[in-house]
């Protein structure tokens, strides 16, 4: 039986915080679960936290695997708003995605469309709490 295979995506912005080889660990053992493994990681850099512009490009390359596994959430919500349409256009695009910390997943847009109010008081909890300084400090690069 040939297993399942992911792309893992750390956070930049929690590598203070947790480790990117951690974070690599913990997306690892999700895609374990997923009766799958990772077979390649890419991670944004701080100019890219907000565009996902690393993300894009490797969704455009149309790599053979599954679906991506992130390591939050919070990945898609660092521009200050929720990213919905980026997630339902990766969707659109055959992959799953996969979420370890929060132990969530989606491999469709009925999905993605339940999970809604999960999304977006995740997002709206984040963006409030970026404002505060003490959050500031802790994402800071």
Request: a positive charge; charged letters at 25%.
């Amino acid at each position: 039986m040939s297993l399942n295979r992911y792309y893992s995506i750390p956070d930049k912005a929690l590598v203070k915080q947790v480790p990117q080889p951690m974070q690599h660990l913990v997306n690892a053992e999700m895609a374990k679960g997923l009766r799958g493994e990772i077979v390649y990681y890419t991670m944004e850099d701080p100019f890219t936290l907000g565009t996902q512009e690393v993300l894009i490009s490797k969704v455009k390359e149309k790599p053979r695997v599954e679906g991506f596994i992130f390591f939050t959430l919070n990945q898609f919500s660092y521009s200050g708003s929720l990213h919905y349409r980026l997630m339902e256009w990766i969707l659109g695009q055959g992959y799953e995605l996969h979420f370890a910390r929060e132990r969530l997943s989606m491999k469709n847009s009925e999905e993605l469309r339940t999970a809604f109010p999960l999304l977006f008081t995740q997002a709206y909890v984040g963006i409030r709490d970026k404002a505060h300084k003490f959050i500031q400090e802790i994402l800071q690069p």
